[in-house]
């Protein structure tokens, strides 16, 4: 079954670097996502993403975040500035764009995370 | 989207079934119910939606009242592989919609 991957498993940061966390979407999707989990916490919605560019983005996603799809599978999120506070599991998703009938909008599937640690 | 309630925690025994309630009183006419599950440092897994009608997959099944105030979801014969958060969102079928993940359920299947 095919999956949504991403790398690395797990970064280190030191404070005020940046960052960019990959993601490979399923091939044949076209709505991206990033969500964030900082540890003990709920999944938290950062951006969404279409027809190359910003869909919705949360408070959170603040101007030292940014998203881009450089090339036909790749989906990135790179936070210019690292702060202690953005040490989180990051998650990236995606969904096919059309809905299907009475099952409506298509489920979001998520890779296994990014482990974001900022020193 | 809608507010959605659910216990913080249920055990199940190992090949029974396993029921998971959700609350969502406050849902729309146009707002799914999604279930996701996130087992311990993995990412959420999708595993199914509904609109009003009763749904079935591989996975589990989706049982929403008929007034649409809340649901069940029921993994058929609970396994130890299915010890996970289980999350019930609701969301409007809109392009590119947010899913909201509350607390959740953590279901423990005990052997």
């Known amino acids: 079954e095919p999956e949504v991957t991403q790398t690395p498993s797990h970064q280190v940061t030191q404070m005020g670097q940046e960052v960019i966390l990959r993601c490979v979407p399923i091939?044949?999707?076209?709505?991206f996502y990033w969500y964030r989990q900082i540890l003990g916490q709920k999944v938290e919605f950062l951006v969404s993403?279409?027809?190359?560019?910003?869909?919705?983005k949360s408070e959170i996603f603040d101007d030292q975040f940014s998203v881009e799809r450089p090339d036909g599978s790749n989906f990135t999120l790179k936070i210019r500035s690292t702060k202690l506070e953005d040490s989180a599991m990051y998650f990236c998703?995606?969904?096919?764009?059309?809905?299907?009938?009475?099952?409506?909008?298509?489920?979001?599937?998520f890779g296994d995370g990014t482990r974001l640690s900022i020193l | 989207d809608a507010k959605t309630t659910q216990p913080p925690s249920m055990d199940c025994a190992e090949g029974r079934a396993a029921n998971l309630p959700c609350n969502h009183s406050t849902i729309s006419g146009n707002e799914y119910v999604y279930w996701y599950r996130q087992i311990h440092s993995q990412g959420p897994q999708y595993i199914i939606h509904g609109l009003k009608n009763n749904e079935t997959n591989e996975m589990a099944s989706l049982i929403i009242t008929e007034d649409r105030k809340s649901s069940t979801l029921i993994l058929p014969h609970a396994t130890l592989r299915d010890t996970a958060v289980y999350y019930c969102?609701?969301?409007?079928?809109?392009?590119?919609?947010?899913?909201?993940f509350g607390s959740g359920t953590q279901l423990t299947v005990l052997p």
């Open positions: 969102i609701g969301a409007d079928s809109g392009s590119a919609r947010q899913l909201t």
């Open positions: 091939s044949n999707h076209l709505y």
């Open positions: 998703a995606s969904s096919e764009a059309r809905s299907k009938g009475r099952y409506g909008n298509q489920p979001q599937h």
């Open positions: 993403f279409y027809n190359n560019e910003i869909s919705e």
